[in-house]
C-alpha cells in the first residue's frame, strides 16, 4: 500500500528555510510530501510544480511577472491558477491533504485553492493572520488556520515550534484519514437557530427514522454559506430549511449574514427542498453597545452578554418578504414553503418578548403575493413554528417530495 502523501504549497524562493524543516518534520513521520511553489521567483530547491504550471493555467507568464518584478501580478497569477490546479492534482491522487504558511499574502495566496478541495481534505494553513477575523480566508470550507505567532521568517525557538507541532497536525490528520466504508444515506441538510431547536430537532429525528442522513447547519451567516455550498457541490439530497433568519442579517445589518446567494443552492440545483420562515422575527447583534444608534428605539431582547436581538418591524418584514420570494421564485423542482401562523420563534409565541401576529402577517402576506414561480406550493399552518404538529408536516413533506424526486429519475 502507497503511503499518504502531504502537499506543501509555499513560496520556495522567499521562504525555503522554513518549508524545508517542515517538509523534514512530515516525512519524519513517515508520510510523502508534493511540493508545490508559489513563489514568483526560481526556487531553493526543486519542486514537483513549478510556478511556471501555476502561472500558465491562467495564461499567465512568470517569467515575463519576475522580470517586471510585478508581485501582485504574479500573486495573483498564482492564487487564481492554483485555485485550478489543486483541485485537479488532487483528484489525480497527487496529495491527501495540504499544509502552507505565510503571512497575509501568502495566507491569500494560498487558501483560496484550499477552500477549492472538497470537505474532509485536511488543509492547514499557518499564518501570521490566523488569531483575527479569518472568514475571508477560510469562507464555507474547513481551512485549519494555524497561528504562526511570530512571522514567518527563518527558524528560531519559537517557529520550530510552531512549524514541528503544525506538521504532526497535518500529518496526523492525513495518516489517521477514515477509509472505512459506511452504509449510503441520503442527506438532507437542515437549518437551525437555537429559536428553532426544538421543531428542527423533531423534524430531524423522524427524518432520521426514515433512513435519511440529516446534517444540521446553525443559522449564524457561516452555518447557511457552508450548507448552501454543500448543496453546490452535490453532497445534499434533499433540504430542510425551516430557519432563513440569516436574511434578517443580510438585510438590516446583522451579525450573521448568510451572504447574498443565501436559499439559491437548492434552487439551481433542483433538489427537494421544504423552507419556512424560523427567526425572520429577530435580527442578531453582539454586545447591547455594538447595535447600532439608528436602532436605540426598537425592542430588544438580550439572549446572552454577547448577543442581542433584534424585534424585526412590518416594513423590514415586507422586505424579507419580497426578497425570499425572489430567492424561490428560482426554483427549477417542486418546493414547499410553509408558514407557521402562530409565530416565527421561540420567542415569537403567544406572551413572549417578539410576539406580534400583525408584524407576522405582513410578511405572510408579502411573500405569498409574490411567489409567482408554480412549482412552489405554500402551505399555511395554524401553528407555532416550533409546535411538534408543524415540525411532523415538515418532515414529511420532504419525504414525499425527495420520494417523488427518486421516482423521476
Not at 94 to 109: E, L, Q, V
Not at 137 to 154: E, K, L, T
Not at 304 to 329: C, D, H, S, W, Y
Request: aromatic share 6%; net charge negative.
Amino acid at each position: 500500500m502507497n503511503k499518504r502523501t502531504v502537499a506543501i504549497a509555499g513560496t520556495f524562493d522567499s521562504k525555503s528555510e522554513e518549508f524545508l524543516f517542515i517538509k523534514e518534520q512530515i516525512e519524519k513521520t513517515g508520510l510523502n510530501t508534493f511540493l508545490i511553489h508559489t513563489g514568483i521567483f526560481t526556487p531553493a530547491f526543486e519542486p514537483d510544480v513549478t510556478n511556471h504550471q501555476i502561472a500558465e493555467v491562467v495564461g499567465a507568464d512568470i517569467t515575463e511577472i519576475a522580470v517586471n518584478r510585478d508581485r501582485a501580478q504574479g500573486t495573483n497569477a498564482i492564487a487564481k491558477g492554483l485555485e485550478i490546479l489543486l483541485p485537479q492534482l488532487y483528484s489525480e491522487g497527487k496529495f491527501d491533504g495540504i499544509i502552507s504558511a505565510g503571512g497575509s499574502g501568502g495566507t491569500s495566496m494560498v487558501t483560496p485553492s484550499m477552500r477549492a478541495l472538497p470537505i474532509g481534505v485536511p488543509k492547514l494553513m499557518i499564518s501570521t493572520v490566523a488569531a483575527g477575523d479569518v472568514s475571508g480566508y477560510v469562507g464555507s470550507s474547513d481551512i485549519f488556520m494555524y497561528p504562526s505567532i511570530v512571522d514567518v521568517a527563518g527558524i528560531n525557538s519559537i517557529s520550530k515550534k510552531i512549524f514541528t507541532n503544525a506538521a504532526n497536525a497535518i500529518s496526523g490528520m492525513v495518516a489517521n484519514l477514515s477509509i472505512e466504508q459506511t452504509e449510503e444515506k441520503k442527506v438532507i441538510a437542515a437549518s437551525m437557530f437555537g429559536v428553532t431547536t426544538p421543531s428542527v430537532e423533531v423534524s430531524r429525528r423522524l427524518l432520521e427514522e426514515d433512513g435519511y442522513e440529516v446534517l444540521v447547519f446553525h443559522a449564524t451567516g457561516a452555518g447557511g454559506k457552508s450548507m448552501e455550498k454543500l448543496i453546490t457541490d452535490g453532497h445534499i439530497a434533499g433540504v430542510l430549511d425551516l430557519t432563513t433568519t440569516e436574511w434578517c442579517d443580510e438585510l438590516f445589518g446583522g451579525n450573521m449574514p448568510g451572504g447574498k446567494h443565501r436559499l439559491e443552492a437548492a434552487a439551481i440545483t433542483g433538489i427537494p427542498q421544504v423552507v419556512s420562515l424560523g427567526a425572520l422575527d429577530m435580527v442578531n447583534f453582539g454586545a447591547v453597545e455594538t447595535v447600532p444608534k439608528k436602532y436605540q428605539d426598537r425592542t430588544f431582547y438580550q439572549h446572552n452578554p454577547m448577543v442581542t436581538l433584534m424585534r424585526t418591524t412590518a416594513e423590514e418584514n415586507q422586505q424579507l418578504g419580497e426578497t425570499i420570494a425572489e430567492k424561490l421564485n428560482q426554483v427549477t423542482s417542486k418546493t414547499i414553503l410553509m408558514l407557521p401562523l402562530k409565530g416565527l420563534s421561540s420567542l415569537d409565541n403567544k406572551n413572549h418578548e417578539f410576539y406580534a401576529p400583525q408584524i407576522d402577517q405582513v410578511l405572510f402576506d408579502t411573500v405569498t403575493a409574490n411567489i409567482s414561480n408554480p412549482l412552489v406550493e405554500i402551505i399555511s399552518l395554524d401553528y407555532n413554528i416550533n409546535d411538534p404538529q408543524f415540525a411532523t408536516v415538515a418532515a414529511e413533506k420532504l419525504a414525499q417530495l425527495m420520494n417523488e424526486h427518486t421516482d423521476d429519475i
